[in-house]
C-alpha cells in the first residue's frame, strides 16, 4: 500500500469539502441535508487540525488527527451506499462517487 502523506489528506480533503458543499445545496430532503452537513463539519475540524501543522510535516505520514473523523466512516459508508438516492445531479454524483473512496482509505489505513 503506498503511504499517503498529509499533503495528500489536505487535498483530498478540501476535495471532497468542496463537493459535499454541492451536494448539500443540491439534497431535497431534510434528513440527507443533515447527514452531508454533518460530514462538512467533521471534514472542517480535521481540516483545521492538519492545518495546525508545519509545512514540514506535510510529508509526514497521514493519521487522522481529531476523533471526530476517526469516528466518521459510518457516516462516510452511509452517505456512500445512498448516493443515488440523496444526490439527484450527476456531476456532484460523479464526482462524489470519485473522491469518498480516497476518503475511506485515508480512515482505512489508520
Do not use: C
Not at 492545518?51 to 506535510?58: C, G, I, P, Q, W
Not at 469518498?100 to 485515508?106: F, I
Amino acid at each position: 500500500m503506498e503511504r499517503i502523506t498529509v499533503a495528500d489528506a489536505v487535498r483530498s480533503l478540501e476535495t471532497l469539502l468542496q463537493i459535499l458543499d454541492n451536494a448539500y445545496w443540491e439534497a431535497s430532503e431534510i434528513a440527507h441535508k443533515d447527514v452531508i452537513y454533518d460530514i462538512i463539519s467533521i471534514m472542517h475540524i480535521e481540516i483545521n487540525e492538519l492545518a495546525k501543522l508545519s509545512v514540514e510535516d506535510h510529508y509526514m505520514a497521514y493519521e487522522p488527527t481529531s476523533a471526530a473523523f476517526r469516528n466518521s466512516q459510518g457516516k462516510l459508508k452511509l452517505l456512500q451506499n445512498n448516493l443515488q438516492h440523496w444526490v439527484n445531479r450527476s456531476s456532484t454524483l460523479n464526482m462524489l462517487e470519485a473522491e469518498l473512496p480516497a476518503t475511506v482509505l485515508l480512515l482505512n489505513q489508520y
